[in-house]
């Protein structure tokens, strides 16, 4: 796809020249590794490929309450035949039974007791009665050999790959590093973000409301973004339009932050002057400035001493989608992160026009129809200023730059904002 010219601009180039630039231009890579304790890896990336020591379970076990026997003496047993057996002790969970299932014998067992030395199987006890004498078993049903037993790893073999590198640890993986005996992990550094907000009609939430001032919501979007990502967020506050006071706050992280992000002041107005205050800064060399996207086409990306830094435009829909297309992009490349978001395919339920030689990124809720098919509902095509098309929306569909839109009942595929543990947008 060629490089267009937008209003405004007088040259932008493509998404995906954009990313790689930027990534070439500034070696994007993941971060050094370090190893945190177990109860804090939850949302962080494994730095390596993560092998089981053992096997899991460590023994056998008893699946069910009952009792462990030898299967081979159970056989022809009935409701109306019973087998009778010899109860000849009770194992206890959490330690080894002392002795053996002999010929003809059964010891009492629970969900999880290490299976008695000799038994193979265990009769349930809904199979099963205990007789007056307290020392009788009748047994109603024939067993297999290691029927309702767990087999020593039977869920992780000892030495198994359980876990690759790029991974993001969920609640369950942090299960099952516990499980094989880990109680530290080796994760990505996270990368510590800059984020400044530029602009002098912006205040903060808590201020009150004042003829042309504007609370600042992109900042707090981006901050709980990084958050979300596994970044470490170092918030820069709000700059005015002043050159010298964006330096400086920038200056003031230098050594400390990985990335720079910089919100509002990246258009080609003329009180846009984020662009002068970073060439003001020694080492800085912008790379771009406006992508062929909509909404977003003021994106801009450069270095500041071999760091990244990534101007987003002001309006709050643009910040938010032009930091998930790209920034977000940037930043799992730094953390490691090698899964791809959760995509889904559906119908269209409207047509959607766009203009070729721009990549249109259109927000839509995905729902059920009547026959029990994924429907794709745009929300707003247009709207750069918009947040709510953002909050109710579930995903995002990218119309191709060579594209001039997508027919209704086309099917086409569409990026979630959410993954499955964070729950549906109602």
Not at 156 to 165: D, R, S, T
Request: proline share 6%.
């Amino acid at each position: 796809m060629k490089n267009v010219k937008l209003k405004g601009f007088r040259q932008t180039i493509p998404l995906e020249e954009a990313v790689e630039k930027l990534v070439r231009e500034a070696s994007i890579r993941p971060l050094e590794a370090e190893e945190v304790p177990l109860l804090g890896a939850s949302g962080r990336v494994l730095a390596g490929d993560v092998f089981s020591p053992l096997n899991v379970p460590p023994f056998d076990r008893a699946a069910m309450d009952g009792y462990a026997v030898k299967a081979e003496d159970t056989q022809g047993a009935s409701a109306s035949n019973p087998v009778l057996l010899k109860l000849s002790g009770e194992a206890e969970i959490g330690s080894e039974y002392r002795g053996s299932v002999g010929r003809g014998e059964a010891v009492q067992v629970g969900t999880g007791t290490p299976m008695p030395e000799g038994a193979n199987s265990v009769l349930m006890f809904e199979y099963s009665r205990l007789l007056e004498d307290g020392k009788t078993v009748e047994a109603y049903k024939p067993l297999a050999p290691g029927e309702n037993v767990a087999k020593a790893g039977e869920d992780v073999k000892a030495g198994e790959k359980i876990l690759l590198e790029g991974r993001v640890l969920l609640p369950p993986d942090v299960a099952m590093l516990a499980a094989i005996g880990l109680s530290r992990v080796k994760v990505r550094v996270k990368p510590r973000v800059a984020v400044l907000s530029v602009g002098g009609e912006l205040v903060e939430p808590e201020a009150e409301a004042a003829s042309g001032k504007i609370r600042d919501s992109n900042r707090y979007f981006l901050l709980s973004a990084l958050q979300r990502l596994g970044c470490t967020p170092l918030d820069l506050g709000i700059a005015p339009d002043e050159a010298e006071e964006i330096g400086s706050r920038i200056s003031g992280v230098m050594r400390e932050a990985h990335l720079y992000i910089l919100c509002g002041g990246s258009s080609v107005g003329g009180r846009d002057v984020t662009l002068d205050a970073l060439k003001g800064l020694e080492g800085f060399r912008l790379l771009f400035h406006g992508v062929s996207i909509r909404p977003g086409r003021p994106l801009a990306a450069g270095i500041l001493k071999g760091k990244p830094v990534i101007m987003l435009p002001g309006y709050p829909a643009a910040t938010m989608l032009t930091f998930h297309v790209f920034a977000r992009r940037i930043l799992s490349l730094m953390l490691g992160v090698k899964a791809a978001g959760l995509r889904v395919e559906g119908k269209l339920t409207r047509r959607i026009a766009s203009q070729p030689g721009i990549l249109d990124l259109v927000r839509v809720k995905v729902r059920r129809g009547e026959d029990g098919v994924r429907l794709i509902e745009p929300l707003r095509t247009a709207g750069a200023g918009v947040i709510s098309s953002v909050v109710k929306a579930d995903g995002l569909l990218l119309v191709p730059e060579p594209l001039e839109g997508y027919e209704q009942d086309e099917t086409v595929e569409v990026e979630l904002f959410r993954s499955p543990w964070e729950g549906v947008n109602g």
